[in-house]
């Protein structure tokens, strides 16, 4: 089977998996980190984009915090789905290990992986957390776990634990400066960190107003 008939395969069984996910991690939320992690690899050099490509298409195959915290589900069906499309077992564990790797878990997770392929997919994956459709990604998923949108009695903590972290049930403000406001200093690459700051200052903006309307300072 050649490269393009493995990815289409691939894109097939993602938007069929993904079909009823919610707005924030389905198909279209794949569908842009894929795009971004192929323009960043184009500026990048260097990385194998099969796997660039594999990696972004399967990241979020089986998200775990849609499967009560499960991390080991994604890798295993990324794994599976792959074998059956004869893709070599290299290329398959480099998948996997970009999969086990790519998340920001709270900002206290010690990658025990590193490459190339993984550093373009992990800030594409970023990318597609700020800016403006990281606002409605992350206001769509505090909808989806009915969070308030803001307490002001409720602080950020930028010193969970992974699992303090997976279990927050925090308004969706504060998740701003617990993770997206973060991302722009954790960009991997020069073109991802490039990206980053102008979706960084965009968030900025949108808190700035976002406060002056809360606090009636029209």
């Known amino acids: 089977m050649n490269t393009s008939q493995i990815i289409q395969n691939t894109i097939d069984f993602v938007k069929e998996t993904l079909e009823n996910a919610e707005?924030?991690?389905?198909?279209?939320?794949?569908?842009?980190?894929?795009?971004?992690s192929l323009a960043i690899a184009e500026k990048?050099?260097?990385?194998?984009?099969?796997?660039?490509?594999?990696?972004?298409?399967?990241?979020?195959?089986?998200?775990?915090?849609?499967?009560?915290?499960?991390?080991?589900?994604?890798?295993?069906?990324a794994s599976e789905?792959?074998?059956?499309?004869?893709?070599?077992?290299?290329?398959?564990?480099?998948?996997?290990?970009?999969?086990e790797n790519i998340s920001f878990k709270g900002g206290n997770f010690n990658?025990?992986?590193k490459s190339l392929e993984l550093d373009i997919?992990?800030?594409?994956d970023r990318l597609d957390a700020i800016g403006a459709i990281g606002i409605a990604r992350c206001f769509n998923y505090g909808g989806f776990?009915?969070?308030?949108?803001?307490?002001?009695?409720?602080?950020?903590?930028?010193?969970m634990t992974k699992e303090e972290y997976k279990k927050s049930t925090a308004p969706?403000?504060?998740?701003?400066?617990?993770?997206?406001l973060l991302l722009k200093?954790?960009?991997?690459?020069?073109?991802?960190?490039?990206?980053?700051?102008?979706r960084h200052q965009f968030m900025e903006l949108f808190l700035n107003q976002f406060f002056n309307e809360w606090n009636a300072k029209n």
């Not at 990385?47 to 660039?52: F, I, K, N, R």
């Not at 789905?81 to 999969?99: G, M, P, R």
């Not at 776990?145 to 010193?159: M, T």
Request: proline residues 3%.
């Open 145 to 159: 776990k009915n969070r308030a949108l803001y307490n002001p009695e409720i602080k950020p903590n930028l010193n």
């Open 44 to 77: 990048e050099k260097g990385a194998d984009l099969l796997t660039v490509s594999l990696g972004a298409l399967l990241h979020d195959i089986a998200d775990s915090k849609f499967h009560n915290g499960d991390e080991t589900i994604g890798p295993k069906v």
């Open 185 to 198: 200093d954790k960009m991997n690459t020069e073109t991802g960190k490039n990206i980053a700051t102008e």
């Open 111 to 113: 990658q025990k992986f």
């Open 121 to 124: 997919v992990q800030d594409a």
């Open 172 to 180: 969706t403000i504060n998740h701003f400066y617990e993770k997206l």
């Open 23 to 36: 707005g924030g991690h389905d198909y279209f939320h794949i569908e842009r980190v894929y795009k971004n």
């Open 81 to 99: 789905f792959l074998a059956l499309q004869n893709v070599d077992s290299k290329t398959i564990e480099h998948v996997k290990n970009i999969i």
